[in-house]
């Protein structure tokens, strides 16, 4: 893997950016004739479509061997939630209230929404010129393919569930995403697309979902690499996300029963992907203390990890993953009412003051804001942290919610929630049983807030919140400012074809 990295890079510096954001044309013809003809060339080109999606998620690059680690997305879906508490001269605060200026425009929000954009066009650029210029074993094509329709869907779903105007909220005639299918060919202000609706965008993200799923591999992943690359799997889970994300918050029954099928479709796969009620794995399989200073990845791993990107911590080798933003905590800090949620023993937020038992909420650096808190899940202060796309944990509180919608109170759901609510006890707590809830409500809420618990950090707390219809930080945000609005550059270069969210016009 590290060897296709590293061609990856050369590749990609010499041949084959199409665009550093959305103004560059891309390059000739024949680069794309040479480099699409081979399975070699075609997988580094691939490789690099999986190290964009790393960039929207955590940062962009500086350079070509790093990344500045900034968490774009990863941030966004944090940041004016209750897991994380940001400083007066943050300059994200505006995150809190949605009250973005010029500033913001020019720097995060454009960002994230360029990041993504051009990974994008990677994906557009393999599935083309696959089918166009691809010369070598037919089974080996469409998997590529598959994978890069998958991490389409993907980036879809990310910009979605971030600029979409009543994406999380059920409003399907709501603005959604610019749809980009083929590669990118220089701008021209006569073929600026408008934006889809949030329908069509969820359509074009099951439509890739579908047509990957029979080409994408069923292997067993045994090793950490197996689990960096798109498989059966891991398109089941993303549809299962895909699902929650769209039905919940008008609790649409025929997506929740979507949703908790595809949920099934991983619970019950027996290919080593495995849930472990262990509590000391959080924090020596999942979020392992990567080395630094060798040419390594993290020895561990989790079996209950789906889809990742390890952190390499040689800069040669294209050092990726969420930076030293959370250790230092010079921007934010985990909320200490936020700690508060995790009783004793609760070994994802609770520090034994007697053992100092390392749990997922830790102090970080001990010279920035040592009184402070911070998640071990970035605990390498270098920026060598492993950046998780889908792991099990979700997979299983996504099968509680949507069955928990469809059935009421139920065994089915209790048995996922116990699972994610004990395993990180030395001493297991005692289960929550069909007569612990009065109401459907009262257990859907319960599951919420494991999933907070839980996830925390990851990138999900925000898109929750939303869909749910429950208030962020700060709780006079409405609804239409929960997403970001639409860079104003992108507005200005439409002219006028590109809308604004309402909530920020």
Not at 70 to 96: A, C, H, V, W
Request: glycine share 6%.
């Amino acid at each position: 893997m590290t060897k296709i990295f590293k061609t990856t890079i050369i590749l990609f510096t010499t041949l084959l950016i199409a665009s550093c954001d959305l103004d560059l044309a891309p390059e000739n013809v024949m680069v794309d004739q040479i480099t699409y003809k081979d399975a070699k060339t075609s997988e580094a080109a691939l490789i690099g479509a999986y190290t964009r999606l790393n960039a929207s998620i955590s940062g962009a690059p500086t350079g070509i061997n790093n990344y500045a680690n900034l968490g774009y997305m990863l941030l966004f879906g944090e940041l004016g939630t209750p897991t994380l508490k940001q400083r007066e001269n943050s300059s994200m605060i505006n995150m809190d209230s949605a009250n973005y200026n010029s500033s913001d425009h020019e720097a995060y929000i454009i960002n994230i929404w360029r990041t993504t954009y051009n990974a994008i066009d990677y994906t557009n650029n393999i599935i083309t010129n696959i089918i166009k210029y691809g010369d070598y074993e037919k089974a080996t094509m469409d998997m590529h393919i598959a994978e890069a329709k998958f991490l389409r869907a993907y980036l879809y779903l990310l910009l979605l569930q971030t600029y979409g105007d009543g994406a999380l909220t059920g409003d399907m005639s709501g603005l959604g995403a610019v749809l980009r299918l083929t590669p990118y060919d220089g701008y021209k202000p006569e073929d600026v697309s408008s934006r889809a609706t949030v329908g069509e965008t969820y359509a074009q993200i099951l439509k890739d979902l579908q047509e990957a799923l029979p080409f994408l591999s069923n292997n067993n992943a045994t090793t950490l690499v197996s689990r960096t690359r798109a498989t059966k799997t891991t398109a089941f889970a993303l549809l299962s996300r895909v699902y929650l994300y769209r039905g919940s918050s008008k609790n649409d029954l025929a997506d929740m029963k979507l949703a908790s099928d595809y949920a099934d479709s991983v619970l019950l796969n027996t290919k080593n992907y495995t849930f472990s009620t262990s509590n000391t794995h959080h924090t020596t399989w999942t979020f392992p203390l990567n080395a630094t200073g060798a040419e390594t990845n993290s020895a561990n791993y989790s079996d209950e990890v789906i889809l990742l990107s390890p952190c390499y911590t040689n800069a040669t080798s294209y050092a990726n993953g969420v930076g030293s933003s959370f250790y230092n905590k010079s921007n934010f800090s985990v909320d200490p009412d936020f700690i508060a949620l995790y009783p004793e023993g609760d070994r994802r937020g609770y520090i034994d003051p007697a053992t100092s038992v390392v749990s997922l909420i830790w102090q970080g650096s001990q010279t920035s804001f040592p009184s402070d808190k911070t998640s071990y899940k970035f605990n390498n202060g270098s920026g060598y942290n492993n950046v998780l796309y889908i792991r099990l944990s979700e997979v299983k509180l996504t099968k509680a919610e949507a069955y928990a919608r469809m059935n009421g109170i139920n065994a089915e759901s209790l048995k996922h929630l116990n699972d994610i609510n004990k395993k990180t006890y030395a001493t297991k707590p005692a289960d929550f049983t069909l007569t612990s809830f009065t109401t459907t409500q009262e257990l859907i809420d319960r599951i919420l807030l494991e999933r907070m618990k839980e996830l925390a950090f990851e990138g999900h707390t925000r898109f929750d919140l939303i869909r749910t219809n429950r208030p962020l930080r700060v709780s006079t945000v409405p609804a239409e400012k929960k997403i970001l609005p639409v860079p104003d550059y992108e507005v200005r270069i439409s002219y006028g074809k590109i809308l604004q969210n309402k909530g920020f016009r």
